[in-house]
């Protein structure tokens, strides 16, 4: 899927070298740059190649290549499937991935992925496609996602993380009702010892930090609304657990109950975050599913 970023170079950088504006004005990595130039018409002024070196005058028009025609992940193969769009235009897609989805299925493991649908969409649209997901969603968890259509929209996203402009919310239904019925868990999070998978509270650990806030109670389960400052491997799950009121259904760090839930009741409910390239504010929000809602029925507010 192509994409060509064209922009008009303004007074302030006449006379400046094209290197130092694609860097400092556009925010191109040197990594990103060095790809850029190495690609055939990747780096164009007024429809001619531009060396980074080149000094630039006001109202040259530069154009940056930063997705070619044809380019798609190779190591995926397309797999047709549901695929809920929440909000897409040409640099980003934004999606409500289901509970039992895992973004990538790891090698030799048959089955879908969202990376697999997602190439299939396109696919059938008879486009390519590079699937670049901003951020990861455990396979049991439903919800908001932003997936990148090229590498600068997702550099900067990945900036964003864990600063004001990218935020993460999720609701999560706990066993028991915490107390205090709102607060901020700050406990760092490591590999637990002989585990490759499982996370843990432990001094040693990497800063974490979530707050929380009951929106609902039951007799048995209590839905929190939660705010990831960091984002750490199963993070929520991991300080839920520490709090002592693990997630409903969370076989890793909880108790594995199929016969009420089959996953952990986990669901990113909103994300807001700024476009890249146009500097809007997006919030985008998806809604809770059937299997996490009809556990609220006699829940009564806080």
Known sequence: MERIWTTVVPDRWDGKRAGVYLRRELGLSAGLLARVKRTPGGLLRNGLPLRSD??????????????????RSE??????????????????????????????????????????????????????????????????????????????VQE?????????????????????????????????IGRK???????????????????????????????????????????IRVHLNYLGHPVLGDFLYGTEEPEILSRPALHSSVLSLRHPMTGARLRLEAPLPADMEHFLTGMEPV
């Open 54 to 71: 080149e000094i630039l005058r006001r109202g040259d028009t530069v154009s940056v290549l930063l997705e070619r025609e044809g380019a």
């Open 75 to 152: 190591a995926i193969s397309p797999e047709p499937g549901e695929l809920s769009i929440l909000f897409e235009d040409q640099d980003l897609l934004i999606v409500d991935k289901p509970a039992g989805l895992p973004v990538h299925q790891p090698a030799g493991r048959p089955g879908p992925s969202l990376g697999s649908i997602v190439l299939a969409h396109y696919g059938a649209e008879g486009q390519s496609f590079v699937f670049r997901p901003v951020h990861r969603l455990d396979r049991g968890t439903s919800g908001v996602m932003v997936i990148a259509k090229n590498p600068y």
């Open 156 to 188: 900067k996203l990945k900036g964003q993380m864990h600063t004001g402009d990218f935020q993460r919310e999720y609701l999560a239904l706990v066993m028991g009702t915490p107390d205090p019925p709102e607060g901020i868990i700050r406990a760092p």
């Open 193 to 235: 010892d002989g585990s490759v998978l499982l996370r843990e509270v432990r001094e040693d650990g990497s800063p974490a930090v979530t707050r929380y806030e009951t929106i609902l109670t039951g007799e048995k389960f209590t839905l929190l609304h939660l705010i990831l400052e960091t984002g750490r491997t199963h993070q």
